[in-house]
Nanobody, 116 residues
Framework: VQLVESGGGLVQPGGSLRLSCAASGFTFSNYAMSWFRQAPGKERERLAT?????????NYADSVKGRFTISRDNAKNTVYLQMNSLTPEDTAVYYC?????????WGQGTQVTVSS
């Protein structure tokens, strides 16, 4: 299993980023997928979950509801996270993983820093 997150960076408050997670080593289309994040000194937080076919978004954390959108492209084995109206509280390392029991092997994550 390999999960490779990308698309993070430094952005000003109010800005947007689109994160990508390229998956390999398993049948991507068989699994619901989630995005997570972990800020320094905090526990990892599940942000959003999308079903196998992408037709249903199961949940968004209250902290990102209305600002973040999860999507997937099964042909590309990739899950995305569109993040809008970013605030400094969104600063964290962002990860993707299987939605149920996460794979033991996490990716390296992608750092998102929101600062002026």
């Amino acid at each position: 299993v390999q999960l490779v997150e990308s698309g993070g960076g430094l952005v000003q408050p109010g800005g947007s980023l689109r994160l990508s997670c390229a998956a390999s080593g398993f049948t991507f289309s068989n699994y619901a997928m989630s995005w997570f994040r972990q800020a320094p000194g905090k526990e990892r937080e599940r942000l959003a979950t999308i079903t196998r076919g992408g037709g249903t978004i199961l949940n968004y954390a209250d902290s990102v509801k209305g600002r973040f959108t999860i999507s997937r492209d099964n042909a590309k084995n990739t899950v995305y996270l569109q993040m809008n109206s970013l605030t400094p509280e969104d600063t964290a390392v962002y990860y993707c993983n299987r939605a149920g029991v996460p794979f033991v092997s996490w990716g390296q994550g992608t750092q998102v820093t929101v600062s002026s």
